[in-house]
């Protein structure tokens, strides 16, 4: 079954050390996207890509950076200089058509240690 | 620009039918989505509106008024698995399609 797969599952970051997130999809779908989720809020859209070798920034990209050399993967790092990293990551893929929902995979957890 | 509103918390009794409102402000509209997510778990899609109207599946309807930047997803015979977040998603006109998430609706169900 086709599908996204995010890991790990659980991060945990030190002070001033960079940390990536692993997005890969088998669904062959042309845009991904990266959310960061915090408790009682909604997802905030930090990077998208919609081709391979090309990605935008979304409403919080500071502090975040990414890389889409092939279609299936699209990882995202967090870096030192974003001051509160601690939420929960989501990655999404779809085909971009406008009837068409995202697809998720089941979410990153990272920490500040 | 987009301004997607939900109401924070809802709670509802197992059995019983639940609404759960979405409104919107966009500069152009190209469908509606509703996703249902467990805590800590990705969301998952239940419905998509983009014409006017109400549009069933199973236990859940969603209903969409263009003209009224209003939607809603209705929950029918509640069962406590159906605890969970509701987010409200609209896609956009233009070139990115990018969909914005509303701060999504926590509704409890208790026996």
């Given at each position: 079954?086709?599908?996204?797969?995010?890991?790990?599952?659980?991060?945990?970051?030190?002070?001033?050390?960079?940390?990536?997130?692993?997005?890969?999809?088998?669904?062959?779908?042309?845009?991904?996207?990266?959310?960061?989720?915090?408790?009682?809020?909604?997802?905030?859209?930090?990077?998208?890509?919609?081709?391979?070798?090309?990605?935008?920034?979304?409403?919080?990209?500071?502090?975040?950076?990414?890389?889409?050399?092939?279609?299936?993967?699209?990882?995202?790092?967090?870096?030192?200089?974003?001051?509160?990293?601690?939420?929960?990551?989501?990655?999404?893929?779809?085909?971009?058509?406008?009837?068409?929902?995202?697809?998720?995979?089941?979410?990153?957890?990272?920490?500040?240690? | 620009?987009?301004?997607?509103?939900?109401?924070?918390?809802?709670?509802?009794t197992e059995g019983a039918i639940v609404q759960i409102n979405c409104t919107y402000q966009t500069s152009?509209?190209?469908?509606?989505?509703?996703?249902?997510?467990?805590?800590?778990?990705?969301?998952?899609?239940?419905?998509?509106?983009?014409?006017?109207?109400?549009?069933?599946?199973?236990?859940?309807?969603?209903?969409?008024?263009?003209?009224?930047?209003?939607?809603?997803?209705?929950?029918?015979?509640?069962?406590?698995?159906?605890?969970?977040?509701?987010?409200?998603?609209?896609?956009?006109?233009?070139?990115?399609?990018?969909?914005?998430?509303g701060r999504g609706t926590s509704l409890i169900v208790h026996p």
């Amino acid at each position: 079954d086709g599908g996204i797969t995010q890991s790990p599952k659980y991060l945990f970051r030190k002070e001033g050390q960079n940390v990536t997130l692993s997005c890969e999809q088998n669904l062959n779908h042309d845009a991904m996207y990266w959310y960061r989720q915090d408790p009682g809020q909604g997802l905030r859209l930090i990077y998208y890509s919609q081709i391979v070798n090309d990605f935008q920034k979304g409403d919080i990209a500071e502090g975040y950076s990414v890389s889409r050399e092939k279609k299936e993967s699209f990882p995202l790092t967090v870096t030192s200089a974003q001051k509160n990293p601690t939420a929960f990551y989501l990655c999404a893929s779809d085909t971009r058509d406008s009837n068409q929902p995202q697809h998720f995979g089941d979410g990153t957890r990272l920490s500040i240690l | 620009g987009q301004n997607i509103d939900q109401p924070t918390e809802m709670t509802a009794t197992e059995g019983a039918i639940v609404q759960i409102n979405c409104t919107y402000q966009t500069s152009g509209f190209n469908g509606l989505f509703w996703y249902q997510q467990h805590a800590g778990e990705a969301p998952t899609f239940l419905s998509y509106n983009v014409l006017d109207g109400l549009e069933e599946k199973g236990r859940f309807s969603s209903f969409l008024s263009r003209s009224k930047g209003y939607s809603y997803l209705l929950l029918k015979e509640l069962q406590m698995k159906d605890s969970a977040s509701y987010l409200c998603a609209v896609r956009h006109s233009g070139g990115s399609y990018i969909p914005t998430f509303g701060r999504g609706t926590s509704l409890i169900v208790h026996p």
